[in-house]
Each structure stands twice: as C-alpha cells, then as structure tokens.
C-alpha cells in the first residue's frame, strides 16, 4: 500500500499552464491533494482564502516551498510536414508566507507567490518564429491580508494584492529579415482578495474566495530590434541602438474558487474544489510603440493590437489526504482543467490544453515543523491548432511533470 | 478504510488509463509518407510567362530564379519521385542584359532624399545563349503571350530587333526556328504546369491603354486595341489586349501538343485580375492635399477650375471637373481618351476670356480632362510624373496632374480597366473549361489573389502578407511580380489542386522561410 502511495507521489510533475498561463502550484500540500483550497493547518491557506487563516490553529505559521515543473510543447503541420518540439527550461515556482494571530478575533498575514508566469522555448527558426521564439512571463504576488473571526464557525479575510511582473519576448519579424525582442523588467499592478471559510462542523470546512483580475501595466518597456542593416532604424523611427519604447497590459485574470474538506473518519479526508477563471478579460494584447509605426490600428500605426480571444475557464478539483500516523501523511489528487480558449485561437506563446494532472504526495509531521513533498504528472490533450487569423495550422501536443517541496513551521 | 484508499487509486488508475490515449498525435507527421498518387513527377516541366521563369524586382536573376514557384514545386516532387528540376539560370544576380535597350538590372531599394525607393540597377552582363545546355526543365519566358508558346522563331536572335523574338527565350531556345511548345514537346514530360494570359492584358495595363512609338527620340503614344474577332497576332501591337478566342487557341494548341507526346497530366492556373497588384493600387487617385497645393489652391480654383468648370457645364459635362477642396484630398486631372472630345467647344468659349491663341491651348489640353475618380488607376511608374512639368506646354498649365492632365498613357482608366476585366474574365473562362476538357488540376488564382487583396490578407504563421507595395512581403518591388514568399504562396497552390486532382499527398512549402523585399 505505501509503495503504491510512494511510487505514485514520484510520478513528478504538472502542466504548469492551467489555461493560458495560470501557474496551479501555491501550496504543495495542497498540490498533492490536487490543488484544493479548503485546508487551514498552517500558513499555505493564505493564497487560497486570506479568511482561512482564522482556522490555522497555531498562532504563528511560517510556511515556504518551490516547484520543479517541467514540460514539452510538440507542434506539427500536416500542410508541410514539419514538426517541432519545444526546449523550456525548468520552471521554479515558490510560495512563502506568514500568520500571526495577536488576538483570538484577528489574524494578519503576508503571502508571496507566483501564481502566473511560462516560459517557452521554441527553436530560433521554427516555423513559428514570428510568433514566438521565446517568452518569458513571471509574475511575483505580494499579498497583505486580515482575516476576522465573525463566528467560532466563519471567518472573513481579505487582502490587498500587489503584483510584480516580468515579460521578455523574443520573436522573428521576418518581413524585415531580423529580430525582436519586448522586455520589461518592471511591470505592476494592484489587486484584490477576499473570502469567507466556514467551519459549520468539525468535520467540515468550506472555503469561498475571490482574488481579482490586476492589470499587469508595462509602461516603460523597450523592443529592442535586429535588423540585417540599420537602415530600417529610420523607418521604424528606431534610435541608433534599434529601440523603441513601448507600453502594454497583460491582464492577470481573476479566479473563484468554492472548496470544502470533508474529514470522513479522523484520519481519513476528501476535499473538492471548483475554480472559475475569468480568461475573458485576455480578448486581445495592444502593444503601444513610442515611434515605430508598426502597428496595424488604422488611425494609430504605433499600436499594435493581436486579438487572443481567450474565454473563462472552469476546473475540478479532488484530493484525499489519509493519515498512517500522526506524524505521517499521504495525499493524493486529481483534477481537470479546461484550456481557456478555442482551437481556432490556438497560440504557440501560451499553449493551451484540456488537461487531466493525477497528484500525489507524503507529509511529513515533527512536532512544529512539516516537510511536504508533492508530485504531479498531466496529460494534456492534444488538440487541432486552426488560427486563420495567424495561419496557424496543425496539431499540438504536450507533456508535463512536476515536483515540490515545502516546509511549514507552527511553533505556537 | 484501506479499501477506500484502494479504491481512489484505482480511480486515478483508470483515469490515467482512459485519458492518456489522447494525449498523443493519431498520426505523428513523421510517419507520413509523400506519395504522388496517380500522378508521375519524375520529369516535370513548367510552362508560362515571367511568373513562372521567377522573375521580380523587374529583372530576371539567379536567386530570383531559384526562388521561382515551380523550382519550389520541383523541390516538394523530388519526395515523391520526381527528378532534377534545371532552370536557365542567369549568370549573375543582377539580371537585365546591357547589349540590348531596356533590360535593367533589378531594382534595388534604396534610401533616396530619406525615404526608401526602388532603383534599377546597372545590367551586370550582355545576353547569353545557353542553348548548348540541353533542355531546361522550367520554360518561363518573361514577356511571353499566350500565343508566343506556339510561335516559332520566337527564340531567334536575328528577330529581336523586329520584335519577333524574346530575349529570354533566345537564351534556351533549342534552334533559331523551334518554339517553347516544341521545345517543351520534345522533353516527353511526365507532369507539366501552365500559367500563361497574363501578358496578353498585362501590357495593356501597365501601358495605360496605349502603344509607343520612338522615332528620333520622340516617344509617341497612341490608344491601344482591344481585339475581338482577329486571331491573327502578326497584326497586334505590342500593348495590344489579346482576342480571347486567340488566347483560348493558343492554350489550347499547347495542351494538345503536349498530349500528342504523352504529356497529359499537369496544372493549368488562370489569371489573377492585374489591377490588384501594387503597380495600379500604390498611387492614390486624389494625392493633391490642401497641404501640397498650398497657395496655389486658391488660383487654380479661381483662374484654371473655376472657368473650366463654368464652361464644361454649358456643355453638359460640369461632371468632369469639381473645384479643388481646401479641406480634403483632391483627384489628379487625367485625360481619358473615352470621353467625347469638346476641344472646339472650350475653345470657342473661352476666347472672349482668354483670346484666341490661349483659348486654343486650353481646348486642346482640356478637352478630354476630367478628374481621377477611385476607378481610374494610377500606375506606379505614374508617382514621379505628378507635380512635374509637361515638356512643350506653357506655364502655368503644364504641372503634370494638377494644370496639365496625366496623358492616356499614365493612367489606367475606369473605361480601360473595364475591357482588361472582360477580357481576363474571358481567358479565364476558357482556362476553366480547357481544365476540365483536358482532365487537369486547375489552380484559381484570380481567387487567391482577391484574398491577398484583402483587408486581412493571407497570413502563414503570424506573417501576414498583403498586396501593399513594399511593406506587404508578396509583391516585389516592380510592383506586378512577387517574392520569394509571394511565390511560395503560389506554389501552395499548385500543390494543394495537384493534390487534389493526383491524389498525391506533396507537402506545401513554408512561404516565409524565402526572401522577401531586400532593405539596404
């Protein structure tokens, strides 16, 4: 039995894109129990609901831990018979954070995390490459929260959320010969949270929570370009170095999420989760250049609008924690995730599947001090790629693991 | 308990099981495999006109050549058995011949007074004969007519000064009296392509619906012939547009010498509608702005528009002329050789104003001047004559498009345009119906075109390209010919109809990874 729990938590890895590229990996307790959110035993609950953080039963919870999640993009064209396979690079998700309860009414909190970011890798002479060659999304969540206790049985938390991000694009324009690259170090934006948790029952805890959408603001950005010549310079109003400053918004969208934990036996508890991701708010991405005239906005040929078209998501969640011993654990999950957009809006930039993830994972228990480890393998479907709009063709397929580790302190 | 556990394993066991079946390709590209169904590629010829030989930047030149749509087809059939694919290639990368007059090299664009400009090029070399060579597999001759494929001599370097004989057929022509069709005959193909009719309404347009003449060096230019029941081409002119029952004959003549010798598969494309190419879409017909008028806006309206206007009206062509705006953009004066000629008339009513000998001048300039509308075309080559000054003619009626109009031979208009659609609507008429007579894969690529031509264009993996001159990536920069690109999106097309019609499974080429418009 435990070689079977054991070998299952190794199968590592999970398909880091939860539609578009929402990184599901805030908690690795909670990973293994397929992500859900309805758990408030240590620190971890403040991503998922600031208000679970009345039901932590220590005062103080000091949590942290970090992913491995690796994963292939593999697209291929009937019309030319070409087939091409991503090379991403390990992608490190973490999660810190910190409660303290100073009065048994109050909790207050603060949680950094990296709930969005990818990063992919095509070949630099990919069919594709005017798309993407490589992009990189980061985002950093830094979440000050409050949670009341309303009731022995009902909290209410909520959080301001400020987001640091990330965006380094490269990309082929081959009109030109040459290439693009649109960074910025510097983007950020302000959001909300709130939830409510309840404890109605000791067997039962529901969590409701809302995070809202940021708009990830790049405001000074730089596309530096490379062109055969520099002659291009002038007519895209470049400066000698071949940039151009540019400002843009990449929405981080907001996300529901109605949970509950259902403790069986005292050992024994089953939690499931339901997240509602508001993908539409990405219907198109507008680059706004400083100079260079290339963009396709008829009274404004600075702005460059590319339409994206995504639509909200939905995904499923269950997880199973069992105790051996009260000192150690073991957790499984699965769940389903839609990807949050049509195949006629496929884009090689942020690949998107239906995706099944089967997560597994060990806790550990020494009086104040957890060590968890988390595992998850997905597969993704694969889907037909039809974008008129960019002429994309073909098919895409995917593969995905992961691997965490988190470590939690309740000292008292 | 442990049955509980048990079970939820189970569970995710059987999820893994159910799901991972499509988490991979049915069919992986890798495993398919390029066949040429009911067709043979192993020697394959390709037949037509400057769009077939590669020809752009208005030159023919080696890495154009070698970028020609049928080289690309060539390349996809040697996956299915197809052979070697030789092209006349041009000794150098410049083209044009500097022994004859009017063969340039190829444009090149270049930053002239700050903005980017195609200029030609020195030609690098004399003609070359390579008919020592043997046969060449693509038979593209720049220039060619339909009728040209079946004329013989038209390879004859003595004919070229009688204008019998094409240059660039000289080159691989077999002897001094053969034809491309025989030529093409004695190669006993396997697969043959056809795109030919272009130039039998091309040169019509690009002339703006004229002949020249050059006697002394005094370039004369009188209206051209739409033919229409006169097959006999000896009796053309060279801007002439071609009979459709000419063009039809000749298309036919090929097909049927091709099939005496065994050549009966291949592909055969229409013709795209030609004032969709850059050539005719690039120049607005309104570019005079208050802002480039400035000053002179007022005067014009006052002493030219004014009483042009006020005359042409009492003879019922107030039509013809509208004031300038001083809020919008203006259309250019442009005389149209349809209109009805009322010289005298403007005479007669502008001497009491004017006096006789000015009178006169106005009648004879004015009296088929009106102004462009959105259906007349500007050439291309139309852009530097706007502004500039009309040799011979007093100031100030002698700005070009502005005081003196654009002459027949600088625009393309709504009356000519009309007889180029008719006609190319005829040829294509017959390509379908030869098409499908003859049992051949027909690729339409007037339809492509009017795609290309499109708000949205055609897009291949995020590149979109359009019809715009320059920035568009399809056209090349003589603004009638295509790109590497362009003609890699030409080659998809014959692929995918040849497909179609051979079940054969070629697979397309990727447009965007040939040349596209060169920036210095």
């Given at each position: 039995?435990?070689?079977?729990?054991?070998?299952?938590?190794?199968?590592?890895?999970?398909?880091?894109?939860?539609?578009?590229?929402?990184?599901?990996?805030?908690?690795?307790?909670?990973?293994?129990?397929?992500?859900?959110?309805?758990?408030?035993?240590?620190?971890?609950?403040?991503?998922?609901?600031?208000?679970?953080?009345?039901?932590?039963?220590?005062?103080?919870?000091?949590?942290?831990?970090?992913?491995?999640?690796?994963?292939?993009?593999?697209?291929?064209?009937?019309?030319?018979?070409?087939?091409?396979?991503?090379?991403?690079?390990?992608?490190?998700?973490?999660?810190?954070?910190?409660?303290?309860?100073?009065?048994?009414?109050?909790?207050?909190?603060?949680?950094?995390?990296?709930?969005?970011?990818?990063?992919?890798?095509?070949?630099?002479?990919?069919?594709?490459?005017?798309?993407?060659?490589?992009?990189?999304?980061?985002?950093?969540?830094?979440?000050?929260?409050?949670?009341?206790?309303?009731?022995?049985?009902?909290?209410?938390?909520?959080?301001?959320?400020?987001?640091?991000?990330?965006?380094?694009?490269?990309?082929?324009?081959?009109?030109?010969?040459?290439?693009?690259?649109?960074?910025?170090?510097?983007?950020?934006?302000?959001?909300?949270?709130?939830?409510?948790?309840?404890?109605?029952?000791?067997?039962?805890?529901?969590?409701?929570?809302?995070?809202?959408?940021?708009?990830?603001?790049?405001?000074?950005?730089?596309?530096?370009?490379?062109f055969p010549s520099q002659s291009i310079y002038n007519q895209l109003k470049l400066n000698a170095a071949g940039q151009d400053g540019f400002s843009a918004t990449l929405p981080l969208v907001e996300e529901y999420t109605?949970?509950?934990?259902?403790?069986?036996?005292?050992?024994w508890q089953v939690s499931a989760d339901f997240n509602y991701h508001g993908w539409e708010r990405y219907s198109k991405l507008t680059l706004d250049f400083e100079n260079a005239p290339i963009g396709n906005n008829p009274?404004?040929?600075?702005?460059?609008?590319?339409?994206?078209?995504?639509?909200?998501?939905?995904?499923?969640?269950?997880?199973?924690?069992?105790?051996?011993?009260?000192?150690?654990?073991?957790?499984?999950?699965?769940?389903?995730?839609?990807?949050?957009?049509?195949?006629?809006?496929?884009?090689?930039?942020?690949?998107?599947?239906?995706?099944?993830?089967?997560?597994?994972?060990?806790?550990?228990?020494?009086?104040?001090?957890?060590?968890?480890?988390?595992?998850?393998?997905?597969?993704?479907?694969?889907?037909?790629?039809?974008?008129?709009?960019?002429?994309?063709?073909?098919?895409?397929?995917?593969?995905?693991?992961?691997?965490?580790?988190?470590?939690?302190?309740?000292?008292? | 308990?442990?049955?509980?556990?048990?079970?939820?394993?189970?569970?995710?066991?059987?999820?893994?099981?159910?799901?991972?079946?499509?988490?991979?390709?049915?069919?992986?590209?890798?495993?398919?495999?390029?066949?040429?169904?009911?067709?043979?590629?192993?020697?394959?010829?390709?037949?037509?006109?400057?769009?077939?030989?590669?020809?752009?930047?208005?030159?023919?030149?080696?890495?154009?050549?070698?970028?020609?749509?049928?080289?690309?087809?060539?390349?996809?059939?040697?996956?299915?058995?197809?052979?070697?694919?030789?092209?006349?290639?041009?000794?150098?990368?410049?083209?044009?011949?500097?022994?004859?007059?009017?063969?340039?090299?190829?444009?090149?664009?270049?930053?002239?007074?700050?903005?980017?400009?195609?200029?030609?090029?020195?030609?690098?070399?004399?003609?070359?004969?390579?008919?020592?060579?043997?046969?060449?597999?693509?038979?593209?001759?720049?220039?060619?007519?339909?009728?040209?494929?079946?004329?013989?001599?038209?390879?004859?370097?003595?004919?070229?000064?009688?204008?019998?004989?094409?240059?660039?057929?000289?080159?691989?022509?077999?002897?001094?009296?053969?034809?491309?069709?025989?030529?093409?005959?004695?190669?006993?193909?396997?697969?043959?392509?056809?795109?030919?009719?272009?130039?039998?309404?091309?040169?019509?347009?690009?002339?703006?619906?004229?002949?020249?003449?050059?006697?002394?060096?005094?370039?004369?230019?009188?209206?051209?012939?739409?033919?229409?029941?006169?097959?006999?081409?000896?009796?053309?002119?060279?801007?002439?547009?071609?009979?459709?029952?000419?063009?039809?004959?000749?298309?036919?003549?090929?097909?049927?010498?091709?099939?005496?010798?065994?050549?009966?598969?291949?592909?055969?494309?229409?013709?795209?509608?030609?004032?969709?190419?850059?050539?005719?879409?690039?120049?607005?017909?309104?570019?005079?702005?208050?802002?480039?008028?400035?000053?002179?806006?007022?005067?014009?309206?006052?002493?030219?528009?004014?009483?042009?206007?006020?005359?042409?009206?009492?003879?019922?062509?107030?039509?013809?002329?509208?004031?300038?705006?001083?809020?919008?953009?203006?259309?250019?004066?442009?005389?149209?050789?349809?209109?009805?000629?009322?010289?005298?008339?403007?005479?007669?009513?502008?001497?009491?104003?004017?006096?006789?000998?000015?009178?006169?001048?106005?009648?004879?300039?004015?009296?088929?001047?009106?102004?462009?509308?959105?259906?007349?075309?500007?050439?291309?080559?139309?852009?530097?004559?706007?502004?500039?000054?009309?040799?011979?003619?007093?100031?100030?009626?002698?700005?070009?498009?502005?005081?003196?109009?654009?002459?027949?031979?600088?625009?393309?208009?709504?009356?000519?345009?009309?007889?180029?659609?008719?006609?190319?609507?005829?040829?294509?008429?017959?390509?379908?119906?030869?098409?499908?007579?003859?049992?051949?894969?027909?690729?339409?690529?007037?339809?492509?075109?009017?795609?290309?031509?499109?708000?949205?264009?055609?897009?291949?993996?995020?590149?979109?390209?359009?019809?715009?001159?320059?920035?568009?990536?399809?056209?090349?920069?003589?603004?009638?010919?295509?790109?590497?690109?362009?003609?890699?999106?030409?080659?998809?097309?014959?692929?995918?109809?040849?497909?179609?019609?051979?079940?054969?499974?070629?697979?397309?080429?990727?447009?965007?990874?040939?040349?596209?418009?060169?920036?210095?």
């Amino acid at each position: 039995m435990k070689k079977i729990l054991v070998s299952t938590a190794l199968l590592a890895g999970v398909l880091s894109y939860a539609g578009g590229f929402r990184v599901s990996l805030q908690g690795v307790k909670q990973l293994a129990m397929a992500h859900t959110s309805a758990h408030a035993e240590d620190a971890s609950v403040t991503f998922f609901n600031p208000a679970g953080m009345s039901f932590i039963p220590s005062k103080l919870s000091v949590v942290a831990g970090g992913f491995a999640a690796s994963n292939k993009v593999t697209f291929q064209n009937f019309n030319t018979l070409q087939s091409t396979e991503t090379d991403n690079p390990v992608g490190t998700p973490f999660y810190a954070a910190i409660t303290y309860r100073p009065i048994e009414k109050l909790t207050v909190g603060l949680s950094v995390t990296t709930p969005f970011g990818s990063t992919i890798k095509w070949p630099n002479d990919w069919e594709g490459k005017e798309m993407v060659q490589k992009l990189e999304l980061k985002s950093f969540y830094f979440q000050p929260m409050v949670s009341v206790k309303l009731a022995p049985w009902v909290s209410f938390g909520a959080s301001y959320i400020y987001a640091k991000g990330v965006v380094d694009w490269d990309k082929a324009v081959t009109q030109f010969g040459g290439q693009v690259n649109i960074n910025d170090k510097k983007a950020s934006g302000h959001g909300y949270g709130f939830g409510f948790y309840f404890r109605p029952d000791p067997k039962l805890d529901v969590s409701i929570a809302y995070r809202s959408a940021i708009d990830m603001k790049a405001k000074k950005g730089t596309a530096t370009f490379q062109f055969p010549s520099q002659s291009i310079y002038n007519q895209l109003k470049l400066n000698a170095a071949g940039q151009d400053g540019f400002s843009a918004t990449l929405p981080l969208v907001e996300e529901y999420t109605i949970g509950l934990t259902y403790k069986v036996t005292p050992k024994w508890q089953v939690s499931a989760d339901f997240n509602y991701h508001g993908w539409e708010r990405y219907s198109k991405l507008t680059l706004d250049f400083e100079n260079a005239p290339i963009g396709n906005n008829p009274s404004d040929p600075t702005i460059l609008t590319s339409p994206k078209n995504f639509r909200n998501s939905k995904t499923f969640r269950l997880g199973t924690q069992y105790a051996f011993t009260n000192m150690i654990y073991g957790r499984l999950g699965a769940y389903y995730d839609e990807a949050p957009y049509t195949t006629d809006n496929f884009i090689p930039e942020t690949p998107s599947y239906d995706t099944y993830v089967v997560t597994g994972g060990i806790g550990i228990k020494l009086k104040q001090f957890g060590v968890d480890i988390a595992g998850g393998y997905a597969m993704p479907q694969y889907r037909n790629v039809n974008n008129a709009n960019l002429g994309f063709y073909g098919q895409s397929k995917a593969t995905a693991f992961y691997l965490g580790l988190g470590l939690s302190y309740n000292p008292f | 308990m442990k049955k509980i556990i048990i079970s939820t394993i189970a569970v995710s066991a059987l999820l893994f099981t159910v799901t991972s079946c499509n988490t991979d390709f049915d069919t992986d590209v890798k495993d398919i495999q390029v066949t040429k169904g009911d067709a043979d590629f192993s020697k394959y010829i390709s037949l037509g006109n400057s769009l077939t030989s590669g020809y752009r930047d208005g030159a023919l030149y080696s890495s154009g050549q070698n970028e020609s749509y049928p080289s690309m087809i060539a390349g996809q059939m040697r996956l299915a058995g197809g052979g070697d694919f030789k092209q006349p290639l041009i000794p150098n990368d410049v083209g044009g011949f500097n022994n004859l007059p009017g063969f340039p090299g190829k444009l090149t664009l270049q930053v002239v007074n700050g903005s980017l400009s195609p200029v030609p090029s020195t030609p690098a070399a004399a003609l070359d004969v390579l008919s020592g060579g043997g046969s060449y597999n693509n038979m593209g001759v720049p220039g060619a007519k339909s009728f040209h494929l079946v004329a013989p001599g038209y390879g004859n370097q003595a004919g070229l000064a009688t204008g019998t004989a094409n240059p660039y057929f000289v080159r691989f022509a077999s002897s001094a009296t053969t034809s491309v069709l025989a030529d093409a005959m004695a190669q006993k193909a396997t697969f043959f392509s056809l795109w030919i009719g272009n130039n039998d309404v091309l040169s019509y347009a690009t002339n703006g619906g004229t002949n020249s003449q050059t006697v002394g060096g005094v370039t004369t230019y009188t209206a051209a012939t739409v033919q229409t029941g006169n097959t006999n081409p000896t009796t053309y002119k060279s801007n002439d547009i071609s009979d459709p029952a000419l063009v039809a004959g000749s298309i036919k003549a090929v097909l049927d010498g091709l099939k005496s010798v065994g050549t009966t598969k291949g592909v055969i494309a229409n013709i795209p509608s030609v004032t969709s190419v850059p050539f005719f879409t690039t120049v607005p017909y309104n570019p005079l702005t208050p802002a480039l008028l400035g000053a002179n806006l007022n005067t014009l309206n006052t002493s030219l528009y004014g009483p042009l206007k006020q005359a042409l009206t009492a003879f019922g062509a107030g039509d013809r002329i509208n004031l300038l705006s001083a809020t919008g953009p203006n259309p250019v004066l442009i005389k149209d050789v349809a209109l009805t000629d009322l010289s005298a008339q403007l005479t007669a009513a502008l001497t009491p104003s004017l006096g006789l000998p000015t009178a006169t001048a106005f009648g004879q300039i004015f009296g088929q001047a009106r102004q462009a509308t959105a259906d007349d075309y500007i050439l291309l080559t139309t852009s530097s004559v706007i502004g500039s000054t009309a040799a011979g003619v007093p100031a100030p009626v002698n700005v070009y498009g502005i005081s003196y109009p654009l002459q027949n031979q600088h625009v393309l208009t709504k009356t000519e345009a009309g007889y180029v659609k008719t006609a190319t609507d005829a040829y294509n008429a017959s390509i379908k119906s030869l098409a499908d007579s003859y049992g051949l894969a027909f690729v339409d690529a007037a339809a492509k075109m009017l795609e290309l031509n499109g708000q949205s264009g055609i897009s291949f993996d995020g590149v979109k390209y359009t019809a715009k001159f320059v920035t568009g990536g399809a056209f090349s920069l003589d603004g009638v010919h295509l790109t590497g690109r362009g003609y890699g999106i030409v080659a998809n097309e014959f692929i995918k109809s040849i497909n179609a019609k051979y079940k054969s499974t070629l697979p397309q080429v990727d447009p965007n990874k040939y040349s596209g418009v060169k920036f210095p």
